[in-house]
């Protein structure tokens, strides 16, 4: 009611079960008034408004159409098949894009059965695998991590799982295979998209034998891809070459509920939707995100994907979780920090930031070596999975704000 009044203009509030002084969507079952004719649209006409994950800024409505939604169920068809056997759990909200398509909407469409969880806790979710003998999850990376490491997993039967799919967040490929062997399963196959796609615009089919590692998948049927250079805007980057994902097809949103000015910077006068994530193709084309533009740490002209760096660290046996960030040194240069979460069973009280540093040095070129780093209680993330990294920052920027040398134009 607070909420409603807040608004202003909402005339009358429905109510699903019973609430005094409310209209019941159950009275209505009883109504003997002729039955109304309604005209949809189906390319104009809105039929969901998810809001985008707001990790890089404040979430916005995305206008999805009849029309982009089920075309975009019908493209991912055919690679993710379905049918009345298949059991799928859903831990994902069914507000959020990834859950309202690959948790809701395609199980159902064709028939399977769904079982749904409140919320993720790891014990609950692998008694219900064991229990309903579910044959497919549609996760995020933290799950996936999960499965991967946690001694628990170990005390379920997890015999009745044929595939695990992984979207929302990138996913590391070492961490893929180390879940995979784990649990006895192909390879887990990744998917890309983004709310304003309806989501999907890349897979890895269910069927492929050996996709490649890291991979998350390929174009999905009547779709377009480029990937622009990062360095020359406009200009598309070879096979092998990092830059700005762009898409365009039938399951591209309507635009941004009273935002017009954010739609015509997400979308280009030829239809092309600027993610805003970068990736490289291979000839195969096979698509490999690496990261966000937004996110991407400028160090000293070097470009370091957050992503990257978190996929190595969690690879440490100490090391439960990770976040990396860009910061700014005593010098004005913006450097990686980790944001680190011990693991405690096996972490030892003395595992130190030169620790993790001397690890990550080893491994990677010296521009994208770790130069801070801070232990947390958790990485804050999106339901989807997906780390808050503007958070850190925040509270990074409320820390260090009255010390921080300004930034060289």
Not at 184 to 193: C, E, F, I, K, S
Not at 264 to 285: F, K, L, S
Not at 373 to 386: L, M, N, Q
Request: charged share 20%; with cysteine.
């Amino acid at each position: 009611r607070r909420a409603a009044e807040l608004v202003g203009g909402i005339e009358e509030i429905f109510v699903c079960d019973q609430a005094d002084g409310h209209t019941s969507i159950l009275d209505m079952l009883t109504t003997t008034a002729p039955e109304p004719m309604i005209t949809i649209d189906p390319v104009q006409d809105i039929a969901a408004l998810p809001y985008s994950s707001g990790t890089t800024g404040i979430p916005k409505g995305v206008m999805l159409t009849h029309r982009s939604m089920a075309t975009n169920l019908e493209q991912l068809r055919p690679f993710v098949p379905m049918g009345t056997g298949a059991r799928i759990l859903a831990v994902l909200p069914f507000f959020h894009i990834y859950g309202l398509t690959a948790l809701m909407n395609a199980p159902l469409r064709t028939g399977a059965t769904v079982v749904v969880l409140p919320r993720f806790d790891l014990a609950q979710f692998l008694a219900a695998i064991e229990k309903h003998r579910i044959t497919g999850l549609y996760v995020a990376p933290p799950i996936v991590l999960a499965l991967a490491k946690h001694p628990v997993v170990d005390r379920y039967d997890l015999s009745s799982l044929e595939y695990v799919v992984s979207s929302a967040a990138p996913l590391d490929a070492e961490l893929a295979a180390a879940c995979s062997r784990r649990l006895g399963l192909p390879p887990v196959r990744q998917a890309y998209g983004m709310t304003e796609l309806s989501p999907g615009t890349h897979v890895v089919p269910l069927a492929a034998e050996n996709p490649p590692p890291g991979a998350v998948g390929t174009l999905l049927p009547n779709t377009e891809m480029r990937i622009v250079s990062l360095d020359t805007p406009g200009e598309d980057a070879g096979t092998h070459t990092d830059g700005e994902i762009l898409i365009r097809g039938p399951q591209v949103m309507k635009g941004y509920l009273g935002r017009p000015d954010a739609t015509a910077e997400m979308i280009d006068a030829d239809g092309w939707v600027h993610t805003g994530d970068i990736g490289r193709v291979d000839e195969d084309g096979w698509l490999f995100v690496v990261d966000r533009v937004k996110e991407l740490i400028k160090y000293k002209g070097y470009q370091v994907a957050p992503a990257e760096l978190e996929a190595l660290l969690l690879g440490h046996a100490s090391i439960a979780d990770a976040a990396v960030i860009g910061v700014y040194d005593a010098d004005g240069n913006e450097v990686p920090k980790a944001c680190l979460v011990r693991r405690p069973s096996v972490a030892p009280v003395d595992l130190t930031a030169d620790d993790v540093m001397a690890y990550v040095a080893e491994r990677v070129a010296p521009y994208k070596k770790i130069r801070q780093v801070e232990f947390i209680d958790a990485v804050p993330r999106a339901t989807s999975g997906k780390i808050l990294r503007r958070e850190l920052r925040a509270r990074e920027k409320a820390r260090t704000a009255p010390d921080t040398p300004e930034k060289t134009p």
